[in-house]
């Protein structure tokens, strides 16, 4: 990632951050981040991927080596596997951020700064997940047995960690176009012989949990924070004479 570009996440992730610590430190932040797709109303997507990833990698003699012989015999993506390169390399995820930072904080607006802290938190917590597991299954690459780090994808992860917030914050088109630049990534992974298929399919699967569950939490967060700064009470009592009744209502801020 170019230097210019690293360093402008760093700042807008302190600016974004600001809000989040101040209900949750740091350190409890992102280690309800890493446990988010674990939970009972996310572990669902976590658990599908993961199986279908186990599925893939006991049977790969039978499924993933056959597809990835036949992928870079044919090297169907071409010259588009250089995009796919590039946008696995948390290129469009820095530029989101980015952007939404830069509009949210001279537009004023909380809904842009929300998005940008989003996409940190997911990348992040969906990046150290994948690089702890590369380090602890040491699997070797397929195009280099000596390099034991294929699995799962890096590539994969942060591009469905991107296509993921996406799709949960901007609705289906833009999901759809970023869902596609995602696959793209992932596939020509296996188009370059960087990556099997259980590789990538475990990738997109910490990126796909964690974009979700991340985004689950942060809009249940700012629904609690809402509802407590502002609570209204309607009541009935009877009058001092007990003749009839009187209503009240209040509201706190």
């Given at each position: 990632?170019?230097?210019?570009?690293?360093?402008a996440?760093?700042i807008l992730s302190?600016l974004?951050?600001?809000?989040?610590?101040?209900?949750?430190?740091l350190?409890?932040l992102?280690?309800?981040?890493l446990?988010?797709?674990f939970?009972k109303?996310?572990?669902a997507?976590?658990l599908?991927?993961?199986g279908?990833?186990i599925?893939?990698?006991?049977?790969?003699?039978q499924?993933s080596?056959?597809a990835?012989?036949?992928t870079i015999?044919?090297?169907?993506?071409g010259?588009?596997?250089?995009l796919?390169?590039y946008?696995?390399?948390?290129?469009?995820?820095?530029?989101?951020?980015?952007?939404?930072?830069?509009?949210?904080?001279?537009g004023?607006?909380?809904?842009?700064?929300?998005?940008?802290?989003?996409?940190?938190?997911a990348?992040?917590?969906?990046?150290?997940?994948?690089?702890?597991?590369?380090?602890i299954?040491?699997?070797p690459?397929?195009y280099?047995s000596s390099l034991?780090?294929?699995?799962?994808?890096?590539?994969?992860?942060?591009?469905?960690?991107f296509?993921?917030?996406?799709?949960?914050?901007?609705?289906?088109y833009w999901g759809?176009?970023?869902?596609?630049l995602?696959?793209?990534?992932a596939?020509?992974?296996?188009?370059?012989?960087?990556?099997?298929?259980h590789?990538?399919v475990?990738?997109?699967?910490?990126?796909?949990?964690?974009?979700?569950?991340?985004?689950?939490?942060?809009?249940s967060?700012?629904?609690?924070?809402?509802?407590?700064?502002?609570?209204?009470?309607?009541?009935?009592l009877?009058?001092?004479?007990?003749?009839g009744?009187?209503?009240?209502?209040?509201?706190t801020?």
């Amino acid at each position: 990632m170019k230097s210019w570009i690293r360093n402008a996440v760093i700042i807008l992730s302190l600016l974004t951050y600001s809000g989040s610590l101040r209900a949750e430190s740091l350190v409890e932040l992102e280690k309800n981040d890493l446990l988010s797709p674990f939970t009972k109303e996310n572990r669902a997507i976590f658990l599908t991927g993961a199986g279908l990833t186990i599925l893939l990698a006991v049977f790969e003699d039978q499924i993933s080596d056959p597809a990835q012989s036949v992928t870079i015999k044919r090297k169907p993506l071409g010259k588009w596997s250089a995009l796919g390169d590039y946008s696995g390399q948390i290129i469009p995820n820095a530029l989101y951020t980015i952007g939404m930072g830069a509009f949210g904080l001279l537009g004023k607006d909380e809904k842009s700064l929300k998005n940008a802290e989003l996409m940190i938190r997911a990348t992040t917590s969906a990046a150290i997940v994948s690089t702890a597991l590369k380090g602890i299954v040491r699997e070797p690459r397929p195009y280099d047995s000596s390099l034991k780090n294929s699995f799962p994808s890096g590539h994969s992860t942060t591009a469905f960690a991107f296509a993921s917030v996406v799709g949960a914050e901007h609705g289906v088109y833009w999901g759809g176009a970023a869902y596609t630049l995602a696959t793209l990534v992932a596939y020509s992974r296996m188009n370059d012989n960087r990556h099997l298929l259980h590789d990538v399919v475990g990738g997109a699967t910490i990126g796909l949990s964690y974009g979700l569950s991340v985004a689950r939490r942060m809009h249940s967060s700012d629904s609690e924070k809402t509802s407590s700064a502002s609570v209204s009470n309607f009541i009935v009592l009877p009058t001092e004479d007990v003749a009839g009744i009187a209503a009240a209502y209040s509201t706190t801020f």
